[in-house]
């Protein structure tokens, strides 16, 4: 990823894309009217969000669309929404005529700290979680807090679990506990913006040390061992689950942080009492903080982790708040 972009309007976002020529536009279809002036007079393409969408078939409709629209080598896909929207766009860039340049506007706090921001694209395969995927960096991520206003509490939240895991790794100026703080108020959107800019400024470091997700980058994987086996075990519920909340990813995430710490703690890699901690500012930020089934149910979808390499798992545990530590499993 070249960079980061931060504004807090439309028509700032447009002016960046002024020097691009042959833009085409994807967006989730709730975000019509937002979308539609992004892309002013330019192609666009509503699209589906949710898990159940992150799929190769939808990424082969965006090719699609780019091939009908004529588009060539030269095009522009600007891609508005959450993650799912984001990671089938960037995939479907990625290629689409071996690969056309891409822009990212996050509209979900996950999506802004986290989905956004670093290159990975990918869908789901069999309910495992973006099995089949390349990394592909965006031109830039355009952050506009301004899209939060519109997202209802548990958004927030479930965006509000990956802004924690950032800054559990690095905890330059108290962002941590400083996040912890205002999450447990009520707070006022405004007052997020600074932290949504570290975080994601926090990851795009990391990213740039190791782009291909070979070393140093796979401690952004803090938490989602677990939290992509709760995803795999509920889609494998459905039917028992109906009618009951499932997790998001971000609260999954939460959930697997709180696995994490305890391992740690049990490895002495953590001292005693970070588990309980992390467990107490969690449920504090209204996280949850408990697996949803017994850990061995879990095992079928962590034993096809995508982190595993010569039979073992690259974890990630906590040595402190600010400090993680990767040993393979």
């Given at each position: ?244 909340d499932t997790f998001s990813h971000g609260e999954a995430v939460a959930i697997g942080i709180i696995q994490a710490a305890k391992m740690s703690e049990e490895k002495g890699i953590a001292p005693a009492g970070l588990a309980e901690t992390l467990r107490d500012d969690f449920v504090r930020c209204s996280l949850p903080v408990d697996l949803p089934c ?36």
């Amino acid at each position: 990823m070249r960079e980061i972009r931060t504004g807090g309007s439309l028509a700032a976002l447009r002016l960046m894309l002024v020097r691009y020529r042959n833009i085409y536009v994807v967006y989730d279809s709730n975000l019509k009217e937002a979308a539609l002036k992004i892309a002013s007079s330019r192609p666009a393409l509503p699209l589906h969000s949710g898990e159940i969408h992150k799929t190769m078939d939808s990424v082969l409709g965006i090719c699609r669309w780019l091939l009908y629209q004529d588009a060539g080598r030269d095009s522009v896909l600007v891609a508005v929404g959450g993650g799912v929207i984001l990671d089938i766009a960037g995939f479907a860039a990625g290629i689409y005529k071996r690969g056309i340049r891409y822009v990212n506007v996050p509209t979900t706090l996950l999506a802004m700290v986290d989905a956004g921001v670093g290159g990975k694209t990918g869908v789901n395969l069999e309910d495992f979680k973006n099995m089949i995927g390349l990394v592909h960096r965006p031109e830039f991520t355009y952050i506009c807090p301004a899209f939060l206003r519109t997202l209802p509490g548990r958004e927030i939240r479930s965006g509000s679990a990956e802004m924690l895991k950032t800054f559990i790794i690095n905890n330059k100026n108290d962002a941590y506990f400083k996040a912890v703080s205002l999450l447990s108020t009520d707070f006022a959107l405004d007052a997020l913006t600074p932290l949504i800019k570290q975080a994601a400024k926090t990851k795009l470091r990391i990213v740039r040390r190791d782009e291909n997700d070979r070393g140093p980058r796979r401690v952004l994987n803090l938490g989602h061992t677990y939290a992509h086996a709760i995803e795999w075990w509920q889609n494998q519920s459905r039917n028992q689950n109906q009618g009951r909340d499932t997790f998001s990813h971000g609260e999954a995430v939460a959930i697997g942080i709180i696995q994490a710490a305890k391992m740690s703690e049990e490895k002495g890699i953590a001292p005693a009492g970070l588990a309980e901690t992390l467990r107490d500012d969690f449920v504090r930020c209204s996280l949850p903080v408990d697996l949803p089934c017994p850990a061995d149910e879990l095992e079928p979808a962590i034993s096809q982790d995508k982190k595993i390499s010569g039979g073992k798992l690259n974890f990630v545990y906590i040595k402190r708040i600010g400090s993680v530590k990767i040993e393979k499993i």
